[in-house]
């Protein structure tokens, strides 16, 4: 079983989905954009920083995103395998996270990539809705909760998220274009690199990477 993954793919590729679906097989999810929402919840210092960033579809800046992995990684349940999603996004970010498992004794296994097309991305962010409680992804169109509003796991309420315009979406892009994308090449090179293609269903897809994981 492959322990440390990261998930790459631009936004709305259905990283976040594919992650919780993963949890079940034992890893520990980190995704540093649920972070920065929970901290935006909770107003916290971080939280009204990253705000700003993050509604208008920019990046938060390299050393507020390290501090967080770096935090999270160093906790005790990370040693039963980790899924990064959302992190790297840069390449001082992808050299400071050899740099941190290295310190911690742990390497990444493998580099998932998803996509499926802008064509696609652009209706899954705009049609995403997500539960305010649990966190879990629907889409108005092709995953409709069973009761419109309300999340089927947990009966909480679903909301769409700020930056899930076609304005933002926009900027996402561009950033991911610019500076995520090159990472495929960063870990290409280093031999970790397995792409998906995520047009298909989420099921479809979970069976696809559990296969490789256990691989
Ligand atoms: P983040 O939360 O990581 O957003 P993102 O990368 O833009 O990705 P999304 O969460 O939008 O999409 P996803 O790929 O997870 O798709 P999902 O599974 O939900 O980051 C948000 C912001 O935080 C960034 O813009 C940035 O400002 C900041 N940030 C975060 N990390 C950072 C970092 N490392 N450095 C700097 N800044 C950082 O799916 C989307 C929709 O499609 C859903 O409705 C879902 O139901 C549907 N769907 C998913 N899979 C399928 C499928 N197979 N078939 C049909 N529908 C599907």
Redesign the pocket.
């Known amino acids: 079983m492959k322990k440390n993954i990261i998930i790459m ?1 631009p ?8 992650a919780k679906k993963l949890i079940d097989l034992g890893y520990v999810h980190i ?4 972070m ?1 929402r929970e901290a935006i919840k909770k107003g916290t210092a971080l939280g009204q920083l ?1 705000e700003q ?2 509604k208008r ?4 800046p390299d050393e507020l ?1 390290i501090g967080i992995v770096k935090e999270r990684l160093s906790q005790e349940d990370c040693a039963k395998g980790f899924l990064l ?6 390449l001082v ?1 992808a050299r400071a996270l050899e740099q941190l498992t290295k310190e911690i004794n742990r390497q990444i296994d493998v580099v998932i990539n ?1 996509d499926c097309g802008e064509k696609e991305l652009v209706r ?2 705009t ?3 997500i539960c305010k409680q649990c966190g879990a ?3 108005i169109d ?2 409709k909760p069973k009761v419109e509003g309300v999340c089927d796991l947990c009966g909480g309420p679903l909301y769409q998220r700020n ?1 899930d315009n076609e304005e933002a979406f926009k900027v ?1 892009l561009e950033h991911y274009t610019k500076e995520t994308k090159p990472l495929l090449d960063f870990y290409q090179e280093r031999g970790l690199l397995r792409n998906f293609n ?1 047009l ?3 099921e479809v ?1 979970f069976d696809e990477i559990a296969k490789f994981l256990k691989s």
Do not use: M
């Not at 999603?85 to 840069?90: L, Q, V, Y």
């Open positions: 793919g936004p709305g590729a259905g990283k976040g989905t594919a995704s540093t954009g649920d920065f990253a960033y993050i579809g920019d990046l938060v995103t999603d959302g992190f790297p996004r840069t970010q998803l899954r962010i049609g995403r809705r992804p629907y889409h092709s995953l930056d996402r995520s298909g269903s989420s897809l």
